[in-house]
């Protein structure tokens, strides 16, 4: 059993930013895979970003790339989404999700453990 729990979501200006963590807690966070997702209402939870276990693999989706960075820290248990240049369309619940594999997926699908969610909110 793995425990997520996100933080640092907020209420931000556009063109500001925000650091998202994620702690994980309970199995051992080796050999593993932490994905950020986001939903919005009335949409569909999407892929942001994820991290394999040695930080060799990292994916992001485009809309994001060049101002998001994942990064881990295997002795916090924690895994981190620096947010820069955020914009409106950013706006949505961000959850983080575990998988066991080692590979970095953006199917929602293969993600084991879910946290409860942070909501971010960019005002125009």
């Known amino acids: 059993q793995v425990q997520l729990a996100e933080s640092g979501g907020g209420l931000v200006q556009a063109g500001g930013s925000l650091r998202l963590s994620c702690a994980a807690s309970?199995?051992?966070?080796?050999?593993?895979?932490i994905g950020w997702f986001r939903q919005a209402p009335g949409k569909e939870r999407e892929f942001v970003a994820g991290?394999?276990?040695?930080?060799?693999?990292?994916a992001y989706i485009a809309s994001v790339k060049g101002r998001f960075t994942i990064s881990r820290d295997n002795a916090k248990n924690t895994v981190y989404l620096q947010m820069n240049s955020l914009k409106t369309e950013d706006t949505a619940v961000y959850y983080c999700?575990?998988?066991?594999?080692?590979?970095?997926?953006?199917?929602?699908?293969?993600?084991?453990?879910w946290g409860q969610g942070t909501q971010v909110t960019v005002s125009s």
């Open positions: 999700g575990f998988s066991g594999r080692n590979v970095v997926s953006t199917r929602a699908s293969l993600y084991d453990y």
């Open positions: 309970g199995r051992t966070f080796s050999m593993s895979v």
């Open positions: 991290i394999n276990w040695s930080g060799d693999n990292i």
